[in-house]
């Protein structure tokens, strides 16, 4: 089970880093692109060297029977330092991110001469041993190396946790990123999950108690954590080819959509039974489509609209719940036949990324103020 665990990260890993590296020999002066190959090339390294038939020979060719679990807590700690890098480069102008970057690998450099040094001086290395843990977590040197790992890797991981959540509230305009730091985020404490096991584990043995299933336990967490750390760091580069926001937008606009067209049913660009235009073009053609009908059925509820000239509000979801509260007055006007004395003048249009989201956060308050007032005459 133990190999079966560290080997689907493994996979997890090297699959990753396959996939940066790619993307890395495109744009080999990126800095945080380097950074995020480096921390997904420790970790693909450091599970890798955990799985037996891997570990095995390359303690046996080292020569010091144990040594490579040195080579493997390193791995891990440059790993946790490397991801710090690439936040830093994330976050700050490029002069800050590299000095930050700079302090973190010194920071990582020197935990590991601490390490080195403690595991080298350890009286662990006359033969080899399967269980490293429960054999050798006890005796004095090897307490504080581990100590010192697990401390490191935690204030990583932790540090990790907190500035990727505080980096995703940023990112509003770049919705792929901030879905991905936040996934990031829960990666990050799911790793600290292996920290808290093994952790626990050493102050109960300080303790005299030998909680030995901790130190199983601690695995899965370990894995799981990793894939969706990985998962969450890469999906700013995948995630938009799955085009999910443009599918979401799209059905999103269904309800706004839906009243306009019943009430102007002229503004369909395509006949269609149903009022669904699945069946013509593809997404891009279908979600612009959808948006042009919904401005010539907002023009065309104009006759029906009270000018009303409200403060400026800067506040998006207001400024929508406004504007749908408006539609549903015009669209109950024009259902009564009634035309107000003075129309409401034309919206200023922008961009088309502002305009989606715009016509979606409007289409989604329709949406509620219409449940709600179902539920209202229920």
Request: charged residues 20%; glycine residues 8%; proline residues 5%.
């Amino acid at each position: 089970m133990h190999d079966l665990i560290y080997g689907i990260g493994a996979v997890a890993g090297w699959i990753a880093f396959g996939y940066k590296a790619n993307h890395l020999r495109h744009d080999r002066a990126n800095p945080a692109l380097r950074a995020m190959t480096a921390a997904f090339g420790f970790a693909a390294a450091a599970f890798t060297l955990t799985v037996g038939p891997v570990y095995q020979p390359i303690d046996a060719a080292l020569g010091v029977p144990n040594l490579t679990k040195l080579l493997i807590h390193s791995c891990m700690v440059l790993f946790s330092m490397f991801a710090l890098q690439l936040l830093s480069y994330w976050r700050y102008p490029a002069r800050r991110a590299r000095r930050r970057a700079r302090g973190h690998l010194v920071a990582g450099l020197i935990i590991l001469a601490a390490m080195s040094t403690l595991i080298l001086l350890a009286p662990i290395h006359d033969h080899y041993t399967i269980d490293f843990w429960k054999t050798h977590a006890g005796q004095t040197l090897m307490l504080g190396y581990l100590a010192i790992f697990l401390l490191a890797l935690s204030s990583g991981l932790l540090a990790i946790a907190w500035r990727a959540r505080q980096f995703a509230a940023l990112a509003q305009e770049l919705p792929w990123l901030r879905r991905g730091l936040r996934i990031t985020s829960v990666g990050a404490l799911l790793s600290f999950g292996y920290c808290a096991c093994r952790g626990g584990y050493l102050v109960l043995l300080g303790a005299g108690v030998h909680a030995d299933p901790l130190v199983d336990i601690a695995e899965p967490f370990a894995t799981a954590g990793l894939i969706v750390f990985l998962t969450g760091l890469t999906m700013p580069s995948w995630g938009p080819r799955t085009r999910l926001d443009q599918r979401g937008a799209y059905r999103a606009l269904e309800p706004l959509w839906s009243a306009l067209h019943a009430a102007f049913p002229e503004i369909a660009l395509h006949g269609s039974p149903h009022g669904d235009v699945a069946v013509v073009g593809d997404l891009d053609y279908r979600l612009y489509r959808r948006m042009v009908e919904i401005w010539d059925g907002r023009l065309a509820l104009r006759p029906y609209l009270t000018d009303q000239r409200p403060e400026p509000e800067p506040d998006l979801a207001r400024r929508a719940e406004a504007e749908a509260r408006a539609i549903r007055e015009g669209l109950r006007n024009h259902s009564e036949g009634r035309t107000v004395a003075v129309p409401a003048g034309e919206q200023r249009r922008e961009g088309r990324g502002h305009e989606l989201a715009w016509l979606v956060a409007v289409s989604r308050s329709f949406a509620r103020a219409t449940d709600t007032r179902e539920l209202d005459h229920a």
